[in-house]
């Protein structure tokens, strides 16, 4: 039966017929691979997927062009959109977030390490990552490629790029190594087998390991400090005390650490002590807090022995009274391990040294414990006598600190 005159369908509106502006703002919200099928579905969604403004957002969004960059290009948002994706197409899920990391180091580095932006190398090409590729015989992550495409890594000096420590008798600064010098150290042996070293300390030759496959007890792409298992009857057997389960969350969580002054910058160098916000004490006029760090290459599974250094910051507020000035007379540690065995020392100083403190100044220094087990705590107290009256004495609180090992494994070689 035929429908009623007043019921008839009106003819189907034609997307020639649409106003452009609407057509433009539903284009605005697609993802750039939306956006290029636009250009393949007819001729007037190819001339509006064209429009320039369009591609302006993907261009910040995943690759970062500034305005003052597009100026310089003297090219289209499109153009430079495109021509950029020949080149860094494989790694657009990455390219942003690292080349953030990237930029957001040197300038910090600029500010407070600027020695150390000297030691930056420039990028390297696709063919010279696929020529390692080649040499090795296993295929590099993706994210490690990107941030390569970036900087590659840095030449071998002192200090390194991925953080520095120092006790009396022990220094580590770990370099970032460039592509040819990872290649070169790549592991094929029982125990590292297909490995390749992220990082280098020229004093230790401690190395962080990135697994390139999963084979011997690893996840592919875990990242790693090597230890010898020092009780194994095999040689090969070693620890991985675990320091990122990939090379994208590995760098960034690194650096967003230095650049938001997680890690201390003592001498020109990144030190990287961890500093619990809550791990601050303060008593009368005089404030304590405290930073730690474990260190893998003193440790050992077998025997337990973890090995942790810890940095103490003594302060006395500038708004005291100058005849608050004060020397510390002695120490009082109560050290509890994960099985709640407790050890107490008492005794004079600090690290050899009996400080004054007064409105203003601060002192800083470093000694180290270890555990039997993977963590454990330290808290305690300083005893001050008051330099214009010496028949004054009073105890300062020094917080609980807490130290745990990072996660590890065993190799199964």
């Known amino acids: 039966m035929a429908a009623p005159p007043d019921m008839e369908l009106s003819p189907s509106l034609s997307l020639e017929l649409l106003p452009t502006d609407p057509l433009l703002l539903i284009l605005s919200f697609l993802d750039y691979r939306d956006l290029v099928s636009c250009c393949y579905l007819n001729r007037r969604l190819n001339q509006l997927s064209s429009h320039d403004p369009l591609w302006k957002r993907h261009c910040k969004k995943y690759w970062l062009i500034s305005e003052e ?23 657009i899920h990455y390219y942003a977030t690292l080349k953030k990391a990237w930029d957001d180091l040197e300038q910090y580095l600029g500010q407070w390490c600027p020695r150390m932006i000297s030691s930056l190398k420039e990028s390297v090409r696709e063919e010279d990552l696929d020529a390692v ?5 296993c295929k590099l992550p993706d994210d490690y490629r990107c941030s390569f495409r970036i900087h590659n890594g840095q030449k071998l000096v002192v200090p390194g790029l991925m953080g520095s420590m120092a006790l009396s008798n022990h220094y580590r600064s770990e370099d970032l190594l460039d592509i040819d010098t990872a290649a070169g150290g790549f592991q094929q042996r029982l125990g590292l087998k297909q490995c390749l070293p992220l990082t280098f300390c020229i004093h230790t030759g401690l190395s962080q390991y990135m697994a390139l496959e999963s084979v011997e007890g690893r996840n592919k792409y875990e ?9 194994a009857r095999n040689p090969s057997t070693i620890v991985m005390f675990i320091t990122g389960t990939s090379y994208l969350e590995w760098f960034t969580s690194y650096v967003n650490k230095v650049v938001t002054g997680g890690y201390p910058i003592i001498r020109d160098q990144i030190f990287r002590y961890v500093h619990d916000k809550d791990c601050v004490a303060t008593t009368e006029d005089i404030t ?18 973890y090995f942790f250094t810890y940095r103490i910051r003594i302060e006395m507020s500038k708004d005291a009274l100058p005849e608050n000035a004060c020397q510390l007379e002695s120490r009082y540690w109560r050290i509890t391990n994960a099985k709640g065995d407790v050890e107490e020392v008492q005794g004079p100083g600090v690290v050899g040294e009996f400080p004054v403190i007064s409105p203003g100044k601060v002192y800083e220094y470093t000694s180290c414990t270890t555990f039997t087990t993977t963590s ?10 008051c330099l214009y009256n010496k028949d ?6 020094i917080p609980r600190f807490h130290m745990v090992c990072p996660a590890f494994k065993v190799s199964t070689a």
């Open 288 to 305: 304590v807090s405290v930073s730690t760090s474990f260190l893998p290459e003193l440790s050992s599974v077998h025997p337990p022995h």
């Open 223 to 231: 990242i790693f400090y090597q230890c010898p298992e020092q009780m």
């Open 392 to 397: 004054r004495f009073f105890n300062v609180t």
């Open 376 to 385: 454990g705590y330290m808290e305690g107290y300083y005893t001050f006598h």
């Open 69 to 91: 960059e597009k100026s310089r290009r003297n090219q289209s948002w499109r153009a430079i959109f495109i021509s950029t994706y020949s080149d860094l197409g494989r790694y």
């Open 133 to 137: 590729e080649a040499q090795i015989r």
